[in-house]
């Protein structure tokens, strides 16, 4: 059995898996924990959920899960409203914003609101939940960063926008004349309060306690009322196509019945593995920067121009926005891992070419190509030839693929020091093969 967490934008699907061992899952919506709780999980756990524009999670689906004696906890949220309504009912809720939802003290559900980034990014947050907006500004007085009337201020202004607006430039920028204001926009970066994200690793840290603790499921909650409403939603799930485990199975016996594909999959797999422990290990997690990077390699590589594009490329391949975003984090690993052996890689190349037995034919070749070079005079017309062009040849010719845009990162790729070794690369290859061309259009006809 295996815990399901439901999250994003509040925590990353790594966020979540350096405090416990779980399946991260996009933000929870109507039908996903009905789905979840078929497979009999050890634990529930629910942090983001969709607010508008998709059906929400469904107070029955989480019922029925606790019936079947599964714990289901919520926090910071999706998760800590649900928990609040449910909290008599047997769902376990954590943290502040949970109690002040339970007590009364919070009601309205744009507090813990955010505009969030497209799913291929995870659901990236771009606005500050009203929740944290009141955390930050406690402390501020407490700290007596802010005085009293200011804060009531910013409050009163944040609390009337709408919660895509809640960014802390744009109220800052709005109420820089009131007093205190500018020292406050200062102290932000040190002393902005996560109060979901706290919210959140607090509830991962206590579902990793009660699975230490009880190897037994949670309490039962009273028995779900079977509404035509509730059977309707779980025909049209149990419907659906097979489990992702069963398709997953299926696919890898397919692969390995390609010996050659599984070697080569099973090969970079490991290496992928074995990435992640050594960035977890130095905390050389990639950041926004890398994965949209990687984002923009792949979607040049697969030919997705366009977003919807992209999701039908997500859709036939099984993927959700954290699966997405999780190959890209690989990807990028992987890449931070070989760039830092790029210096000692060299002999282990030769090694691993031996191995495939291509190493002489290589070895004959570069020697003619290194006996040609010495032999092309300074002044030779192709000795000069226009790098443009060569790349053109290179790549387009050659590779039959596109110039890549970032020559830098192309070169050190490949394992050279930049772009200029990469052009001396290419050129001396140009001269080698126009060589060839050179000496097959001088032979003799027969």
């Given at each position: ?416 020091s930049g772009r200029e070794a990469f052009y001396d690369l290419i050129e001396a290859e140009f001269l080698f093969c126009q060589m060839d061309v050179d000496s097959d259009q001088k032979k003799p006809?027969?």
């Amino acid at each position: 059995m295996t815990v399901f967490v439901f999250a994003g934008p509040t925590l990353t699907a790594d966020a979540v898996s350096e405090l416990l061992d779980a399946t991260v899952l996009p933000p929870v919506r109507q039908g996903d924990v009905y789905r979840v709780a078929r497979e009999n999980p050890r634990a529930i756990g629910i942090i983001d959920g969709f607010f508008e524009g998709v059906p929400s999670v469904w107070h029955k689906e989480i019922l029925w899960a606790m019936e079947q004696g599964i714990p289901v906890f919520g926090s910071a949220s999706m998760g800590a409203l649900r928990a609040a309504e449910l909290a008599d009912f047997g769902m376990i809720g954590v943290g502040r914003i949970y109690e002040e939802y339970y007590n009364g003290t919070l009601t309205d559900d744009d507090e813990v609101a955010v505009l969030h980034g497209p799913v291929e990014l995870g659901f990236m947050p771009l606005s500050e939940p009203m929740v944290s907006i009141r955390a930050t500004v406690d402390r501020a007085c407490d700290e007596g960063v802010l005085p009293h009337e200011t804060a009531t201020e910013v409050l009163r202004v944040a609390k009337a926008l709408n919660y895509r607006d809640r960014i802390w430039k744009d109220i800052g920028h709005s109420m820089q004349k009131l007093p205190g204001m500018n020292e406050f926009i200062d102290w932000l970066p040190v002393g902005r309060v996560d109060a979901k994200g706290d919210d959140a690793r607090a509830m991962l840290v206590r579902m990793s306690q009660h699975l230490e603790e009880s190897a037994s499921g949670g309490p039962f909650a009273v028995r779900t009322e079977r509404s035509l409403m509730w059977q309707s939603l779980r025909a049209r799930i149990d419907a659906e196509p097979s489990s992702d485990r069963a398709v997953n199975d299926a696919v890898l016996n397919e692969i390995r019945l390609q010996p050659d594909l599984f070697a080569t999959l099973r090969d970079r797999a490991t290496l992928s593995l074995l990435a992640r422990d050594e960035a977890k290990r130095r905390d050389q997690q990639p950041d926004r920067d890398a994965l949209v990077k990687q984002m923009s390699a792949h979607r040049t590589k697969e030919g997705l121009s366009q977003h919807a594009d992209l999701m039908r490329w997500l859709e036939m391949n099984d993927l959700t926005a954290d699966g997405y975003e999780g190959m890209l984090a690989d990807a990028s690993r992987i890449d931070w891992m070989i760039s830092e052996r790029t210096d000692k890689l060299g002999a282990t190349l030769l090694v691993e070419l031996r191995r495939s037995g291509g190493y002489s034919d290589l070895r004959d070749r570069a020697m003619r190509k290194a006996e040609y070079g010495s032999r092309v005079p300074s002044g030779s017309s192709h000795a000069g030839a226009d790098r443009l062009r060569m790349l053109m040849w290179y790549f387009e010719t050659h590779l039959d693929r596109e110039v890549p845009d970032d020559l830098e990162s192309y070169a050190a790729s490949v394992g050279l020091s930049g772009r200029e070794a990469f052009y001396d690369l290419i050129e001396a290859e140009f001269l080698f093969c126009q060589m060839d061309v050179d000496s097959d259009q001088k032979k003799p006809a027969k």
